[in-house]
C-alpha cells in the first residue's frame, strides 16, 4: 500500500532549490534573446518587407509547427553534424538557443498584433509632429504596442518557464533533472515529482504577482 512520505517531500525542496537559479537563469535569458528576435520579425511583417516576410513567415511556422524537444534535438545533436562550428555549444546554451528560437515565434504573432492595434492616427499625428518613421516606430508606436502585449507576453514567459524543464533531456542540471535523479535512486516518483511541481507553481504564482502589478502601472496613464 502506497504511503506518502511527507519528511522525505519536504527534504527535497532545499534540494531543488539549489538548482532554481539555472532554470531561472535559461528562462530569463532565452526570453530576452526570444523578445529581441520577436520585435525584428514583427517589424519586418508588419511593414512587409519582401523577401525578409517570406522568411519570417516559413521561420514562424516551422518553430510553431514542430514540437519543442524535436527542435532541441536538433539543434544540440544535429546542428554540430551540418555547422561543426556548433560542436562547441554545450547543453546549457544548446537549451537556450532551442528555447529563445521556439518561443521567438509565439511573440513575433503577439508583438505584431499588439502594433496592429495602434490606431493609424498615432503614426500621422507622429509625422505631424516632424518624427521620421523610425522615431514614430520606436517612440510611438512600440510602447503603445508592448502595453497591449504584455499580457500575452508573460504567457509566452510562464510557458517558457516550464519548457525550461525539457533541459534535463540535455543534460542540464535543472531542477527537473534533479527531481528525476532523486525520484530514480529513492524510488519515490510520487513525493519527487510532486515536490518540483510545487517549485515551478510557486515560481509561477510570484511572476503572474509581478506581472499584475506591471500591468497597473502602465494602465496608469490610461
Known amino acids: 500500500m502506497f504511503t506518502f512520505d511527507v519528511d522525505y517531500t519536504l527534504g527535497l525542496f532545499p534540494i531543488l532549490l539549489k538548482y532554481i537559479n539555472i532554470t531561472l537563469s535559461l528562462a530569463v535569458?532565452?526570453?530576452?534573446?526570444a523578445l529581441i528576435i520577436a520585435i525584428i520579425i514583427?517589424?519586418?511583417?508588419?511593414?512587409?518587407?519582401?523577401?525578409?516576410?517570406?522568411?519570417?513567415?516559413?521561420?514562424?511556422?516551422?518553430?510553431?509547427?514542430?514540437?519543442?524537444?524535436v527542435q532541441l534535438f536538433l539543434f544540440y545533436?544535429?546542428?554540430?553534424?551540418?555547422?561543426?562550428?556548433?560542436?562547441?555549444?554545450?547543453?546549457?546554451?544548446?537549451?537556450?538557443?532551442g528555447l529563445s528560437l521556439h518561443f521567438s515565434a509565439y511573440m513575433a504573432e503577439s508583438i505584431r498584433g499588439a502594433i496592429k492595434s495602434v490606431?493609424?492616427?498615432?503614426?500621422?499625428?507622429?509625422?505631424s509632429l516632424?518624427?521620421?518613421k523610425?522615431?514614430?516606430?520606436?517612440?510611438?508606436i512600440l510602447p503603445q504596442a508592448i502595453r497591449v502585449a504584455v499580457p500575452?507576453?508573460?504567457n509566452n514567459f510562464i510557458d517558457?518557464?516550464?519548457?525550461?524543464?525539457?533541459?534535463?533531456?540535455?543534460?542540464?542540471?535543472?531542477?527537473?533533472?534533479?527531481?528525476?535523479?532523486?525520484?530514480?535512486?529513492?524510488?519515490?516518483?510520487f513525493e519527487s515529482f510532486l515536490a518540483v511541481a510545487i517549485v515551478y507553481w510557486v515560481i509561477v504564482l510570484m511572476f503572474t504577482y509581478l506581472q499584475k502589478r506591471y500591468e497597473k502601472r502602465l494602465n496608469k496613464a490610461y
Open 77 to 97: 545533436y544535429g546542428l554540430p553534424q551540418v555547422f561543426p562550428i556548433f560542436a562547441a555549444m554545450d547543453a546549457y546554451w544548446a537549451s537556450i538557443l
Open 134 to 140: 523610425t522615431q514614430t516606430f520606436f517612440y510611438i
Open 42 to 69: 514583427a517589424i519586418i511583417k508588419t511593414n512587409n518587407i519582401k523577401v525578409l516576410s517570406q522568411i519570417s513567415d516559413v521561420y514562424v511556422s516551422f518553430l510553431r509547427g514542430t514540437p519543442l524537444l
Open 29 to 33: 535569458i532565452s526570453t530576452v534573446i
Open 130 to 132: 516632424g518624427m521620421n
Open 160 to 189: 517558457l518557464l516550464k519548457s525550461t524543464s525539457l533541459a534535463f533531456t540535455l543534460g542540464v542540471p535543472e531542477i527537473m533533472a534533479k527531481a528525476q535523479l532523486e525520484a530514480a535512486s529513492s524510488f519515490k516518483y
Open 152 to 154: 500575452s507576453l508573460m
Open 119 to 127: 490606431e493609424k492616427g498615432q503614426f500621422e499625428a507622429a509625422y
